[in-house]
């Protein structure tokens, strides 16, 4: 994306998490701030995720690694017209404000390419552009998680709440990188056409994306795809090397071997199970089948009887599909994760080096470099000087409260 210029009027994570992609894959990003609190997702709290040490900020770094800032009043003559000076050149114009918003503010997409025709004007959403909820706003945890169907695949009838999402910006990190593609698709159109596209990605349409399988099952038969209750067996009914399994120190292994037949004898050699293997209830993949629910609670009790680590190892020589149930704190020293680049070091305002998960994507087997996010409105003089504007004029639009 080197030569690329990106000009996001976002804040959050789902849209600018996108910029912060382009941004790994070496595009300009220019971030555009309000001109006094900035980015509303720099004032959050520990409660939202807000923790910090220093001036690194992950809940801000992650969604904004590599970007350049600027403090606009785009209500203020002066500033939205320092917003169109920009885009004059820029490839894309990357916004997730509301539409009610982007109208007050004269930043819609026949205003931006007024003075650019060629750019592409993106538009992250809660519930797309048509349709009564176009208007309406929402995060991941309401639209992502709850309306589109994820709360409800993970919550069993018998709970007594509804499962949250796993992480904080769950949905909006997953949309943010399908936006990222988008503009890729939509760069290469250009280039293809030279005609530039609008182009529209919703938490609603990921959120769809991502239970798709559940969604297409449901428009084909009419029914609901249950969940187990919460007393169910934790082993596939049908297969007994598929679920999760109890260690004897209260932790989690999962098994996700779809070919019992062929990995039954091996996984019962690696519990200890060797009588098993020629055990006539189970020595055909159709008898296995048939007595799942009996095989199953042997890998089961085999499991509960020895500690995590002693499966972590154990399991290694394993042949079939498996997995621990890793915490964070886990994953980011997993030695897989690091050697494949998913974990990077990046060096912090301060000087200090810190780490960052990688945007998933890698070009000839690169992970990409991480440069931080900017602090608050840090470029707001460079880019104004690189707009051609002096000093006189620079120091009279933040006397006007245009700029920050």
Not at 193 to 213: C, R
Not at 334 to 363: K, M, S, T, Y
Request: aromatic share 6%; charged share 20%.
């Amino acid at each position: 994306m080197t030569g690329v210029k990106v000009v996001e009027v976002a804040q959050f994570t789902f849209t600018p998490s996108a910029g912060a992609v382009l941004a790994d894959w070496g595009a300009e990003v220019i971030k555009v701030e309000h001109a006094e609190m900035g980015d509303a997702q720099r004032g959050f709290g520990a409660g939202l995720g807000g923790v910090a040490e220093g001036r690194f900020h992950p809940i801000m770094e992650h969604p904004n690694r590599g970007k350049k800032s600027i403090g606009l009043a785009l209500d203020r003559p002066g500033g939205r017209q320092v917003l169109l000076d920009l885009c004059q050149d820029a490839d894309v114009f990357l916004t997730n404000f509301l539409p009610a918003a982007r109208r007050k503010l004269g930043i819609e997409v026949d205003d931006i390419r007024a003075v650019n025709p060629q750019i592409i004007y993106v538009r992250g959403s809660a519930h797309g552009q048509q349709g009564p909820d176009a208007e309406k706003g929402g995060y991941d945890g309401s639209t992502f998680w709850c309306r589109m169907g994820s709360a409800w695949g993970v919550t069993p009838p018998d709970s007594p709440k509804v499962i949250g999402p796993p992480a904080g910006a769950y949905g909006d990190s997953m949309g943010g990188m399908t936006i990222a593609g988008g503009i890729a698709a939509a760069l290469f159109g250009r280039e293809r056409t030279g005609e530039p596209s609008v182009v529209d990605v919703s938490l609603m349409s990921v959120g769809a994306w991502a239970m798709g399988l559940s969604l297409s099952n449901s428009l084909l038969t009419g029914v609901e795809q249950g969940q187990p209750p919460l007393s169910a067996p934790l082993g596939n009914a049908f297969n007994p090397i598929v679920g999760n399994f109890r260690t004897s120190d209260d932790r989690w292994i999962t098994l996700m071997m779809l070919q019992p037949g062929r990995y039954f004898a091996d996984t019962c050699r690696h519990l200890g199970l060797d009588h098993l293997i020629d055990d006539g209830r189970f020595d055909t993949a159709q008898k296995l089948i048939a007595n799942a629910a009996e095989a199953g609670r042997y890998v089961a009790d085999a499991i509960a009887a020895k500690p995590f680590s002693y499966w972590m190892e154990k399991l290694q020589t394993l042949e079939g599909q498996w997995s621990a149930v890793q915490s964070p704190s886990e994953i980011v020293k997993d030695p897989q994760v690091l050697a494949n680049g998913c974990v990077l070091p990046v060096i912090d305002a301060d000087g200090v080096e810190r780490h960052l998960v990688a945007n998933p994507v890698q070009f000839d087997e690169k992970p990409p470099v991480l440069t931080r996010g900017p602090q608050f409105a840090e470029q707001t003089d460079e880019l104004l000087r690189q707009l051609g504007l002096d000093e006189d004029q620079i120091i009279q639009l933040k006397i006007d409260g245009a700029v920050t």
